[in-house]
């Protein structure tokens, strides 16, 4: 009996595959407890739609969540990783990168331009919790702590200055300088 209940609810996981209704398909696997390798065949078959549509994200999630394969989840996710660094997501792709586990020259490349990109723009507190999140090396952290300190103490935030001074262990000299502005 409990092979029957099996095969209707691969049968009713399949259809839901075959429909792109994969969030219901994942609900059908958890409500029957069907193991992965019963339905490898129709995630398969999702997965390859998938890429050909250029969805591969999506391929990419279908690869993880059913354990398809470390090659093919990775093949999906470094496309996806590329399409997002096209796009100037720089920083999506870098955590992107991190969570699929792709190669840490990818996810120091993206994090990188995220961090330049950030800079270019006057972002320079997200670039440096940019740094901070994807060890990007101390010196990249100190530009922009250094220029984080700047903007606080042009705009007369003297204490926020100090605290950036402090967390970055800038110069002593620029910490004086804050410290002054407050006393």
């Given at each position: 009996?409990?092979d029957?209940?099996?095969?209707?609810?691969?049968?009713?996981?399949?259809?839901?595959?075959?429909?792109?209704?994969?969030?219901?398909?994942?609900?059908?696997?958890?409500?029957?407890?069907?193991?992965?390798?019963?339905?490898?065949d129709?995630?398969?078959?999702?997965?390859?739609?998938?890429?050909?549509?250029?969805?591969?994200?999506?391929?990419?999630?279908?690869?993880?969540?059913?354990?398809?394969?470390?090659?093919?989840?990775?093949?999906?996710?470094?496309?996806?990783?590329?399409?997002?660094?096209?796009?100037?997501?720089?920083?999506?792709?870098?955590?992107?990168?991190?969570?699929?586990?792709?190669?840490?020259?990818?996810?120091?490349?993206?994090a990188?331009?995220?961090?330049?990109?950030?800079?270019?723009?006057?972002?320079?507190?997200?670039?440096?919790q940019?740094?901070?999140?994807?060890?990007?090396?101390?010196?990249?952290?100190?530009?922009a702590?250094?220029?984080?300190?700047?903007?606080?103490?042009?705009?007369?935030?003297?204490?926020?200055?100090?605290?950036?001074?402090?967390?970055?262990?800038?110069?002593?000299?620029?910490?004086?300088?804050?410290?002054?502005?407050?006393?």
């Amino acid at each position: 009996m409990a092979d029957n209940t099996q095969a209707e609810g691969a049968r009713q996981f399949n259809a839901k595959m075959n429909q792109g209704a994969y969030t219901e398909a994942a609900r059908i696997k958890s409500d029957f407890g069907l193991p992965n390798e019963m339905l490898s065949d129709a995630v398969k078959k999702a997965y390859d739609a998938n890429m050909r549509k250029g969805d591969y994200s999506l391929a990419a999630e279908l690869a993880r969540q059913y354990d398809l394969g470390r090659d093919l989840r990775l093949e999906a996710a470094q496309r996806s990783f590329h399409r997002k660094v096209d796009s100037e997501f720089f920083r999506a792709a870098a955590d992107y990168a991190k969570e699929f586990g792709l190669p840490l020259d990818m996810v120091r490349e993206a994090a990188l331009q995220a961090f330049y990109k950030s800079m270019s723009f006057g972002l320079v507190k997200n670039a440096a919790q940019i740094a901070e999140d994807f060890e990007l090396p101390q010196e990249l952290k100190q530009v922009a702590a250094t220029k984080s300190y700047e903007q606080h103490m042009q705009a007369g935030f003297y204490r926020k200055a100090l605290k950036i001074a402090q967390k970055y262990d800038l110069p002593d000299e620029l910490k004086a300088a804050a410290e002054k502005k407050i006393s």
